[in-house]
């Protein structure tokens, strides 16, 4: 070991990047990420203004995708490190129903969470590189989204989200409706609305047993904001865990039923807001945290801009396992709403365009 963030060279590549080279990607490298995929800022800055931050712990991967030097680049998101940096980057960033990809060779944070997701330029993008590592049937855009139903709600749903947010949130449910879809009224039970402080439990309780090597040989060279995640974890009885897990169980039945019952997706909030000025935070990953945790697919639609002209982004959740269709009804409003199929990347660099040209950036490789 050279230092508790270096390791030897590995034997064999991680599992995402065997099956990537396998398909014809191209590895370009590995991107920025933030130690051990939590908080502290990396040297990388948001290409749209180098004076906001980029998001989570996958921000090299967006800025990469945002900057046009790649089509696709992967990341992983345990809280709201996917869907966030996509939205304030201005990409669609999706992150697949929970354990849809082996993350087999990444290091672990909390393994109930962690989950392999990518950022692309389009739909048809992040479609593309679902049914290529899957083995799924291609995906088409629907041929109607007549009777599709989608209800609005966000996570936690009492934390007033700031004005721009708000808008953005708004201005999507107007852009489905008129694409054609039904807007519903849900709401959520209490069992859903508590997941995000499960989420915090379930992240320490593991993150403290994860890291427990790091932790015990390194203590002095990690962040403080990663020391105190880990003491956290360590102050967190097994039952308390045991409660926050069975309290996901149940949630995940009454929210399958929600979606048998009452609407085929759900849009919500991919942020609080707009990438915040300054560049001592990655921003705040509130409005993902309980979604990650219940495993669902998210994917975010780079749908709209706020005051300060940052992108700002909304999500759209289905059940697990209906990655597909939610991609399918996402190909739909692409097609119907140029707000959503519209790239709003700063496009810095002449790189290739798509998926199609067999490229792809990964910040998981060993």
Known sequence: MGGYLRSSTSLVDASLV???????ALIMGKTVSTKFAYYTLGKTRNPHDIERPLGGSSSGSAAAVAAGMVPIAFG????????RPASYCGVFGFKPTYNTLSAGGVRGFAPSLDTIGWFARSV???ATVFSSLTGAEEIQPLDSLAGIRIGVFSL???????????RVLAEAEQVARQAGTEIVSLDLGDDIKCLVEQQQVVMAYE??????????EFFDQMVPKLVELIEEGRTIGWQRYCDAMRAVAKARQSLSQVFATQVDAILAASATGEAP?????TGDSLYC???TLLGVPCLNLPVGKGSAGMPIGVQLIADRWADEHLLAMASSLAVNAPAISSKTSPKTQDGPESARDNIASSDLMR
């Open 18 to 24: 065997t099956l990537l080279k396998q398909r014809g």
């Open 76 to 83: 992983t998101q345990t809280a709201g490190s996917m869907i």
């Open 124 to 126: 048809e993008d992040i």
């Open 156 to 166: 936690p749903s009492k934390t007033a989200m700031d004005a721009d947010a708000q």
């Open 207 to 216: 993150a403290a047993r994860t890291l427990a090597s790091e932790y015990k």
């Open 277 to 281: 000025l300054g560049i001592k935070a």
């Open 289 to 291: 945290r309980g979604w």
